[in-house]
């Protein structure tokens, strides 16, 4: 399984954490997507994972990926 790293600095609350999850989730080959609020950071676990299609999951949420 491969594993994909972003840091999300706009995500301040629980509801920014469950958007940025959920686009996540709907991406095709991920399989987990766990974020942490205080870190700011979202790991992403999955098969054939696209960089490109993370990052627009993450922006369509309302924020930005680092």
Known sequence: ??????????????HCVGA????????????????DLETKRVVVSGRDLDDRRLRAAITRAGYEAE
Do not use: F, H, K, Q
């Open 20 to 35: 940025v999850s959920d686009e996540l989730a709907a991406v095709p080959g991920v399989e987990r997507v766990e974020a």
């Open 1 to 14: 399984m491969e594993r994909i790293a972003y840091v999300v600095p706009g995500m301040s609350c629980r």
